[in-house]
């Protein structure tokens, strides 16, 4: 399984994610997270949303190609944390799920 995690600025986030989710055919189906960075606590990277795709190597791959024109450079750092904060939220979630229907 692939991954990749990218930060976009707030006015090009809806623009982005609507992008990945036309293409059909490969990358509407990776899995797709954007959360805000205010919701995930990562003031410091800005007004903006960091998007997480995993999925097929092809699949992730075309994912990048279709939003690189919105991609902003940003720390590893701040990447490295957001990605384990999203992890973090969808662990969370299943566990959640599991207590429902455990």
Same mark, same amino acid.
């Given at each position: 399984?692939?991954?990749?995690?990218?930060? /976009?600025?707030?006015?090009?986030?809806?623009?982005?994610?609507?992008?990945?989710?036309?293409?059909?055919?490969?990358?509407?189906?990776?899995?797709?997270? /954007?959360?805000?960075?205010? @919701?995930?606590?990562?003031?410091?990277?800005?007004?903006?949303?960091?998007?997480?795709?995993?999925?097929?190597?092809?699949?992730?791959?075309?994912?990048?190609?279709?939003?690189?024109?919105? /991609? /902003?450079?940003?720390?590893?750092?701040?990447?490295?944390? @957001?990605?384990?904060?999203?992890?973090?939220?969808?662990?969370?979630? @299943? @566990?959640?799920?599991?207590?429902?229907?455990?």
């Amino acid at each position: 399984m692939a991954e990749f995690i990218c930060f /976009v600025k707030r006015e090009n986030a809806r623009k982005a994610e609507d992008m990945l989710r036309a293409d059909f055919d490969v990358a509407a189906k990776q899995s797709i997270t /954007v959360r805000d960075a205010s @919701a995930l606590g990562i003031k410091e990277a800005g007004d903006g949303s960091f998007f997480y795709i995993t999925g097929s190597d092809e699949g992730v791959k075309k994912c990048q190609e279709l939003i690189k024109d919105f /991609v /902003v450079a940003t720390e590893k750092q701040l990447l490295d944390k @957001a990605k384990t904060k999203i992890i973090e939220e969808q662990e969370a979630a @299943a @566990a959640g799920f599991g207590g429902i229907f455990g």
